[in-house]
């Protein structure tokens, strides 16, 4: 008789109800049968980074790396509405734009320069110029705009109905409000403790965000500590347009609009799901700000959007908020937990990382329970921030 034919031995345990372990139950649960999920709080708490109306998808990076795995992405999503029988994207494009009197030099844009590496991956967005832009979007104020119609929104609550939704049909058992204790090694298994009680499972994947150190703290004998820190947007506004041109700001003929030089980026009225125009400033992760002379979304509207400018705004103090989880160097931590070969973790979006999630969960569920990703993930190995490296860690 095996010593654990008394318990109930689970293929996946995931740390974490946040969008990462959601996605990560999900695509195991396709395939293997008993998958757990322990999530601290409950699922779409409005303090989590997964939770809010809106997040962009969109492919327009510097990195070709990232550039690369946002475009499958986007197509693990679309699979994602087929197989959920749910429609989670508002494709209405997004738009990078730039002006010459705010970015002089028009050729080391954000928009420019990511329009260069998306062309060398065959995936280049098209371009539209001043009088275009000024007949298709009257509201709007820039030399230059490139579109990519295959990028847009992600209807947050959306996804995590289906998914939620799919898991029950699935039978994977979610346990909200569980507070885990320790992790440790049982032979070939792990065993989660919890106030819940233990959970044994084959592999574990982490994917708890803000709280992913405190799970690693709870393996005996793990060096590994990852530099996260909190960040959200300085500004964050609704807009409400006028009643007699909100036709205008609606996502069937608004895309999302970024000028990520200046920090800005501006997602259309999505009926239904947000009825204002909202504008966030932050610090994006592949340019610093502080390159131009727009210091604020008023500033932003006045010189690019001034068709908002008698517009009513608001501060967005609500759900709507961003929260990000930000890494050190600014890239993601996806691998083996160095030191325990059945233990995984995914953190550190770079505040960027929602539109990833299918990709992510895909990544974990195959490094935990297929031997191995698709995916040539070699520069977010977690072990970078170990000193069994022989590699600085970070402070």
Known sequence: MSMYESEDVLDLIVVGGGVMGLFTAYHASAAFGRVAVLERGTIGDPTTASYGR???????????????????AIALWTDFERVTGTHVLVRCGCMNIASASITPDMSSTYAQLSTDTLQRLGLAPRTLRAEQLQQQYPYLRADVGFLDDAAGLVDLAAVTKALLRTLETRKVAVHENVETSAVTQDGELVRVHTDAGDFLGR??????????NGVLDLLPGCELQVPITRDR????????????????????????????????YVHPIVEGVMDAVKIGYYNPPDIPRGRTGIDDIADFVAQCLPGLAGAEFSDVLDVDQCDYDLVADDDF???????FANVFVGVGWRGTGYKFAP????????????????????RFDPARFTSSTGKPVPS
Do not use: N
Request: proline residues 8%.
């Open 359 to 378: 990709l992510v969960g895909r990544v974990l569920f195959q490094l935990a329970l297929q031997d191995g990703t698709v995916y040539d993930i070699s």
């Open 54 to 72: 809106t997040r962009s998808y969109r492919k327009d990076y510097l990195d070709p790396v990232y550039a690369r795995l946002a475009d499958d």
């Open 333 to 339: 931590v996806l691998g083996q937990v160095p030191g």
């Open 233 to 264: 947007p300085s500004e964050a506004k609704y807009f409400v347009p006028p009643p007699d041109v909100r036709g205008q700001f609606t996502s069937d003929v608004m895309p999302v609009i970024a000028y990520l030089d200046t920090g800005v």
């Open 203 to 212: 592999k574990v994947v982490i994917t708890a965000g803000h709280g992913t």
